[in-house]
């Protein structure tokens, strides 16, 4: 980034901040960010230096990458002084902190730290641009061509002029100083073992991961399966060549997602790379994802949530990305969309789980090949070990090391990491148009299940009912006349909507070919009117011992209802006298394995609401 000295920092340095500071003998540390990527690792660590008074932040961006958007917001946002690249070099600083070796690190006056943004050192890159050392991910050797080296361990990267450019080069385990041994003797000298602070927060945070679902919207008996790509073309949302990762993996995906799971028994969300966000743009990704987010789909935050999500996850489709490895790490299993082992280190341990893990297969079933990977899961001891060989360890190690950097004493607190946000709450409301399946399985119990696409299970449709159910928001207007049950999710006191008992009756009156309409008026409980019937209650009946009471989704609840009500004659008397008999001994859902005790009663005493006129149920 180009600036003219106009727009130099004057406060807490510059020609003149001796004049202004209020604190101006402060140690000074420079974090350096090569692009939201590297910046990702840069903020896991800044809260080492926490509540020291000696310490005066600051933070600069090299203006290497080609993912320069969201780098300035991301700056802004921490609140540091952000100083332009050329008053940076300019600088007297005590230490400067990298999570990249993009951009000239030999310029400025102190000591610099580098750690890795990823899971160890793995990935072949190309040769970076001396005068700037940009890193080109994206570029691969030709036929015939000498591989690419290794970034962050080859002297391409490691040396200028021959001599190491960090003073400290940060490694996780052992066998990544061998590597660099092998391939940069000069730079050995420089390797310290500090561990991983991305995993020890994520370890950290393993007693919250029922919090990140439940955040996710994940309900129990719901599978949570994270869909995480890596970027460039080879990469799980890359279009790059068949066979070697791309050939558009995610779309296909994408669309067996709609046919071959039932939305009330698994959960998806989607993990891409900040290079995918900020090189195609938020607005482009949330384009892309459109159709599948209206079936469910929940799009991380690629900065803030994407830890908690793999925590929450119970399988993960990934490709040669740090976060599947760090999933598998974690022992969450792992089926592989895209794997091309020509990008890795063949000697890294990220090739050898690529080659062990299991591969998504395209010509069988999805549903089948995730009901196995997860009740066949076998824990793969390679990424466990090689992630970090100092687990929890990383925040007393590196706050050493960077104050012995700085010839400066430690804080007398003990070091320690952020711990993981919980994430705000994401619903996962489907406004798809849902293709309702049901089916009598017993006395008062009906199982019902809800695809955003044309079923593909075996035995889908086995000799039960189906209707439709669609959202009020959804985008495809015109099924909203051919829904039998039309559904909303909101406050039961939004004003906006007048009252839930307010809102079904309008729905019906407006919507004529609709028989049952239902505001789902929190996680366990919703507001239903049947054609021609006052306003009922519809909720989850607590089990003794469950410990969350959300059970199914309620328009589950207000489809099953639906469909019971539709058994049998469809004349108005007889719809009648199931509904009472339902509201005097509750019914029973069924949505996969799950079966959910549900109780309907009247909103209202009998006489205080006008029935709603209109025709009959119709099944």
């Known amino acids: ?11 807490p340095v510059g020609d003149d901040a001796a004049r202004w500071a209020t604190r101006g003998k402060c140690l000074r540390v420079l974090v350096v960010v090569h692009n939201v990527t590297a910046a990702t690792r840069l903020l896991d ?4 230096f926490d509540d020291d008074w000696r310490v005066q932040l600051l933070v600069t961006c090299t203006g ?33 902190i990298s999570a990249s070796f993009g951009g000239r690190l030999d310029v400025f006056s102190g000591k610099l730290a580098v750690l890795s943004h990823g899971v160890g050192y793995t990935k072949r890159l190309a040769t970076p641009d001396t005068g700037h050392r940009t890193p080109d991910t994206g570029s691969r050797a030709g036929a015939g061509a000498a591989p690419a080296p290794v970034f962050g361990l080859a002297p391409e990267w490691l040396l200028s002029q021959g001599a190491p450019v960090a003073d400290a080069l940060v490694l996780s385990h052992p066998e990544q100083y061998e590597r660099l041994r092998i391939a940069c003797p000069e730079a050995a000298p420089t390797a310290v073992l500090a561990g991983d602070p991305c995993f020890d927060r994520m370890l950290a945070a393993r007693p919250h991961r029922d919090r990140f679902r439940r955040a996710l919207g994940v309900r129990p008996g719901q599978r949570l399966v994270l869909l995480n790509s890596t970027w460039n073309s080879d990469s799980l949302v890359g279009d790059g060549e068949e066979g070697r990762g791309g050939g558009d993996i995610v779309a296909a995906l994408l669309d067996r997602v709609a046919a071959e799971f039932p939305v009330d028994e698994y959960r998806f969300a989607a993990v891409l790379h900040p290079n995918i966000w900020h090189g195609h743009g938020p607005g482009q990704i949330r384009a892309w994802l459109d159709r599948a987010r209206r079936g469910g789909l929940a799009l991380i935050d690629p900065l803030k949530g994407w830890r908690q999500a793999l925590l929450a996850a119970d399988a993960v489709i990934g490709d040669h990305g740090s976060v599947t490895y760090y999933a598998a790490a974690l022992g969450t299993p792992v089926l592989l969309g895209a794997a091309p082992l020509d990008a890795l280190d063949p000697d890294a341990p990220v090739s050898a789980f690529m080659r062990e893990a299991p591969r998504l297969d395209h010509e069988r079933s999805l549903a089948a090949q995730i009901g196995q990977l997860i009740g066949g899961h076998r824990l793969l001891a390679g990424p466990a070990e090689f992630t970090t060989s100092v687990p929890g360890e990383s925040a007393v190690r590196l706050r050493r090391l960077f104050y012995a950097m700085m010839g400066a004493p430690e804080p007398g607190r003990p070091a320690s990491l952020k711990p993981l946000a919980l994430p705000d709450f994401e619903p996962g409301t489907v406004t798809l148009p849902l293709r ?50 039309i559904f909303r999710n909101g406050a039961p006191d939004d004003p906006r909507f007048g009252s839930p008992s307010a809102w079904t009756a309008e729905v019906l009156r407006r919507h004529q070919g609709c028989s049952l309409a239902a505001y789902v008026t929190g996680p366990s409980a919703c507001v239903v009117r049947v054609r021609g019937e006052e306003p009922l209650r519809v909720a989850a009946t607590p089990a003794v011992d469950a410990g969350d009471i959300r059970g199914a989704d309620p328009a589950a609840y207000a489809s099953a209802l639906y469909a019971w009500l539709a058994t049998g004659s469809h004349d108005p008397a007889a719809v009648a006298a199931r509904l009472a008999q339902v509201v005097a001994e509750g019914l029973s859902v069924r949505t996969g394995a799950r079966l959910h005790r549900v109780r309907v009663e009247p909103l209202a005493p009998p006489g205080e609401g006008a029935p709603e006129a209109g025709r009959p149920l119709t099944g």
């Open 436 to 485: 309702v399946l049901s089916r009598v399985t017993g006395p008062g119990t009906i199982a019902v299940s809800r695809w955003t696409g044309t079923p593909q299970e075996a035995g889908a449709d086995g000799g039960g009912e189906a209707h439709v159910a669609v959202h009020e928001d959804t985008r495809d207007v015109d099924q909203l006349d051919l829904a039998d049950v």
């Open 64 to 96: 290497s990458s080609a993912f320069a958007a969201g780098t300035a917001e991301l700056l802004a946002d921490t609140g540091v002084p952000v100083v332009p690249w050329e008053q940076a070099a300019e600088t007297e600083v005590d230490l400067v």
């Open 1 to 11: 980034m180009a600036y003219g000295r106009a727009e130099w920092v004057r406060v």
């Open 45 to 48: 660590v800044l809260p080492l």
